[in-house]
């Protein structure tokens, strides 16, 4: 069973930095790309970032570019997102997801976490 | 950016009902527009993918069909359970996601 488990939510001053981590067990880490997509309470979703399986191809919304940097550790079967500068904004509900394929372009991400609360605020 | 359209926001529908949400492309994305489910509280699940392609374990009532730029999501004979908020996301250019549309079970 694929599980996906975000952690490192919180509460963060404007201009800030959070890093945000997701626990992936249940299928071969490394052979899929993960994605962060964000929801905004009571609105729609919007996809922030994607790495390949590999680690070595990432891509960015353009309204986290420059502030955000996804990575991913597939010795340890972690994937994570770096937020630095935030804005009130940028307060969502941040989703993990596995992506269908390796690389992360034209696939789509099929399981998804539970997510976890990212509150800018002063 | 390839923005997604769908319509209607909202419907209150019956159980047993037949629905349908579309989703509009503002350019043609062939097939690769995928639908999810999301239930208050919960995060997305998908259902289609790739316009007309079910998911491991969805249940046949759910549909999707169309190509380029106008798809359409059918559930066949409603459930309760359908309580929940529809989303279409395309994946041709990096990744949008339609506005969504909330079912209500009257």
């Known amino acids: 069973e694929v599980q996906l488990l975000e952690s490192g939510g919180g509460l963060v001053q404007p201009g800030g930095s959070l890093r945000l981590s997701c626990a992936a067990s249940?299928?071969?880490?490394?052979?899929?790309?993960m994605s962060w997509v964000r929801q905004a309470p009571g609105k729609g979703l919007e996809w922030v970032s994607t790495?390949?399986?590999?680690?070595?191809?990432?891509y960015y919304a353009d309204s986290v570019k420059g502030r955000f940097t996804i990575s991913r550790d597939n010795s340890k079967n972690t994937v994570s997102l770096q937020m630095h500068g935030l804005r009130v904004e940028d307060t969502d509900v941040y989703y993990c997801?596995?992506?269908?394929?390796?690389?992360?372009?034209?696939?789509?991400?099929?399981?998804w976490g539970q997510g976890t609360l990212v509150t800018v605020s002063s | 950016e390839v923005v997604l359209t769908q319509s209607p926001d909202f419907q209150s529908v019956t159980p047993k009902e037949k629905v349908t949400i579309t989703c509009r492309a503002s350019?043609?994305?062939?097939?690769?527009l995928h639908w999810y489910q999301q239930k208050p509280h919960q995060s997305p699940q998908l259902l289609i993918k790739?316009?007309?392609q079910s998911f491991s374990g969805v249940p046949s009532r759910f549909s999707g069909s169309g190509s380029g730029t106008d798809f359409t999501l059918t559930i066949d004979s409603l459930e309760a359970e359908d309580a929940a908020t529809y989303y279409c996301?395309?994946?041709?250019?990096?990744?949008?996601f339609g506005q969504g549309t909330k079912l209500e079970i009257k």
């Open positions: 997801a596995r992506r269908s394929t390796g690389g992360g372009y034209g696939d789509l991400p099929d399981y």
């Open positions: 249940g299928f071969t880490f490394s052979s899929y790309a």
């Open positions: 790495v390949s399986g590999s680690g070595q191809t990432t």
């Open positions: 350019q043609s994305i062939g097939t690769s």
């Open positions: 790739y316009a007309s």
């Open positions: 996301h395309q994946s041709r250019n990096l990744g949008t």
